[in-house]
């Protein structure tokens, strides 16, 4: 930094020695051409989504965010090319972010940084804070341009009755959607958006929550390829592509239908963030009497593994992959369940092993290894009691959430690319972001949770500035596909105008 200024004063001095008669030292400012919006008509513009698309961050939703979500600062832009300066949004009523229900919690307060870490809000602030944001008692009133609803499924954006608070006891319901529904409770998200008539539409994050549920359970649900009836899944199944491809092609010609353009974005792998790939698979220390203790409570485990070799069971090379040996050393690998080994329970041994850096475990696991079952010193989570499959995703579980990715985003490029539409690859800019970062103004961002930037502290949903990275990619998006000129005409959100954290005394 010292020599960039060094530099910079040097040449400001040879700059300044110039004869005060060359009129080459003039200096003018940029002439930016004048927005216009090319053939999109932002005159009504809505967006329909999920968590992102709301403005969800550090683990809630709250009014900060959502004045910043990208389909605000989308908003903004387009009022600048005749857009409406009208942007409703279903806003909460406080900072602390949760949802109540008649009084009573139904979702925590935000997460904010603890120093080393994030924390719950009420921990960092040393006590409870009221949720005022209240399904029953106090919704806002629309219709709304932004429906983004946090949790809502592909086929959850066409259901009736996912806004309808006597469906919330089932499970049926969404709270965030039931704010939104009024007077009109079975209506479903593509209805209340259709009906509003609009101009241009922005669809984003569409199948994110049909295969998150999946990994953040550390793949404890079911991959439901293959199954297209909705009624048969629980919160935590992978959506089957088939079904996924009827309801996105269900929404697009429903927005399409009277000559709106709009802008689709597709899914990113979403075990690329933070809350997958932060906790490392090998995070134990231990000396060589502690290692040897614990090695002796496998051995009669180790041992049956060799007879089970003998007798042709199993081979040499799942003996040895599931095999429990720790070391004196300071990165032993955690102990894990995995059901894809060799079922021999019949045999009376678990389906254990160690875990490998094939295999990713959920951001919740890092307060829970090494934890003591019951305070019982030799019952330590991750050591001698072996993770269950709730805490990781094998390779397996992997593979079934980037094939239904994949599916995912091939249906939206077919159905954008029939269509006319701007597609935003929001696929390229996380996986840009993971490997090598991506520069936004003066920033560069990446995945690492808290530092990184981009992803907020919990590890799933973008920070503020991530949000207006991403309003840019689709303003990016907009302009190759509807000559635009938003990004010739510097009509873009600026990073420093957007936090990565929010001070817990924000209320």
Known sequence: MKTKYIWLVA???????????DDS??????????????????SNYISLGASFTAGYTDGALFKATQEMSFPNILSQKFASAGGSTTFNQPLTNDNFGGLALNGDRIADP????GGAGPVPLEAALGAPVTVTTDVLLNNPTGPFQNMGVPGAKSFHLLANGYGNISNLSAGAANPYFVRMTGSTPD????????????TFFTLSEIGGNDVLGFAVSGGS?????????AANYGPNDITDPGLFQVALTGMVDALTANGAKGAVANVPYITSLPHFTTVPYNPLPMDEATATQVNNGYAQYNGGLQTMVTIGQIDEAEAEARTIKFVASSANAVVIE?????????????????????????????????TRVNDDPTMVNGVSVP???????????????????????????????????????????LSQASETGITFDDYTMNTDLVFGGLVSLDGIHLTSRGYALMANKFLEAID????????????????ANYPTTFSPALQ
């Open 11 to 21: 040449a400001m001095v040879a700059f300044s020695s110039c004869s005060d008669d």
């Open 25 to 42: 030292s003039t200096m003018t400012e940029e002439q930016l051409p004048e927005l216009t919006a090319g053939s999109a008509d932002f």
């Open 110 to 113: 935000r997460l904010v940084f």
């Open 187 to 198: 209506a479903s998200m593509l209805e209340l958006a259709v009906a509003q008539s609009p």
């Open 221 to 229: 649900g079911v991959d439901r390829t293959g199954d297209p009836n």
């Open 338 to 370: 995995d059901e894809d080994l060799t079922d021999l329970s019949a045999f009376g041994l678990p389906s254990y092993r160690h875990a490998t850096a094939d295999d990713l475990l959920v951001l919740p696991a890092s307060s829970f290894i090494g």
């Open 387 to 429: 993770l269950e499959d709730k805490w990781v995703l094998v390779a397996s579980e992997l593979a079934s959430i980037n094939a239904a990715t994949d599916a995912y985003n091939a249906a939206i490029a077919s159905v954008v690319s029939a269509k006319g539409l701007a597609l935003v690859d929001l696929n390229s800019v």
């Open 480 to 495: 190759a596909t509807y000559e635009s000129n938003f990004v010739a005409s510097k009509t873009l959100a600026k990073a």
